[in-house]
């Protein structure tokens, strides 16, 4: 059997031949390197020169870029010269088109990677539709050479992996899920979580996770799932969001014993200050609030939205801002609201607070404790806007 030249760019980047390693030494991630990558990704196929430059140089500022890659193809034929390969005439150039000849077998990740897609997309039968999409699924490890992730060619490379790769997925996930092999969708659907975390693999992770009966670990995702989406203020589509929180709404525990669920329902001990939760549970707390005072007399509460504001005294838009100081809220709602309270981030910028018990005579004086210490945690630079949303009076 003849030996084979193994390119892998997915991940990684790695090169043998046979069992023999080419390393590029300390050269991995020159533009010599890099010419061999981008060979590579279509290896026998013909690159234009000019391509080639704009990939390798794109907008350094090179006085002869020509003179450049001739020196840059110059110095990887001779690196193949000296490399386990066997002798031939590697790289091609003819009439300003440059191929790697395919002297010896090669087999590329990416290369293959894309075959696959284009034999996906050809076919018409739902089944080997799915085998070559799991076929894709395997040979794609990883984002397309990850150390050479500033590098303008390779962002759109790995752009275009990445969708073709969501491509497979979205059409392999559904199709599991009619022949109710769970079990794969959850393995592929962890993977792509793993490299693709909060892209809406969650939800197909939950959802086979239920179906197995993995109660715990489905509810696990879930709240980490959750506790994110809340964090970076609804980063998932209106698609993905509406059937991550279906998900939630349908999450079922098997049977169990009245004091192990009731050891569950209980909060840990020693957690003080307000509540904190994720908007859709606190979307649950202000209705079910929000009914209870509709009995006369009941109970009292008042729905507070609470801003965070920048120098000029106006809402807040810049992400890395509101991230920052809203943790810094965050305590200031631990330190000064009650036990009893509750509090959510609604956007970047904005918090919901529910305080039970209080009334419309109390917003100045609890907006004016929060505020204060807020103001103290950003040293005196930083400030917020509170009014009130509902008192149990308002439509």
Known sequence: MAKKLWVKMFGGFSVRYGDEVLGFGRQRDSKFAQLFQILMTRPGMGFDKGAIMRFLYGREEVEVPNASLNNTIFRLRKYLETSPLPEGNYLILNEGVLRFDIVVPVESDVWRFE?????????????????FCKDGFELYQGEFLPQLSSEQWVIEKSKDYKEMYFELLNYLL??????????SIENMSARATELYPFEGWESWRIESLIALGHYKEAEKVYQETAAYVQEIGGFLSKNQQTRFYKLGDGMRHPEGRAEDIRRYLMEQEGKEGAYSCTLPGFLDCFRVVKRTAARKGTICFILLLCTILDAGGCPADDREYCKKQGKKLCSSFKAYLRRGDIYTKYSESQYLLLCIGAGRENVPDIGTRIDKDYRKRCGGRGSIGYRLLDDGNME
């Open 115 to 131: 075959s696959i897609i284009q034999e996906f997309e050809r076919e018409q039968d739902r089944q080997k539709k799915a085998e």
């Open 174 to 183: 559904p199709y599991l899920k009619e022949e109710r092999d769970y079990r």
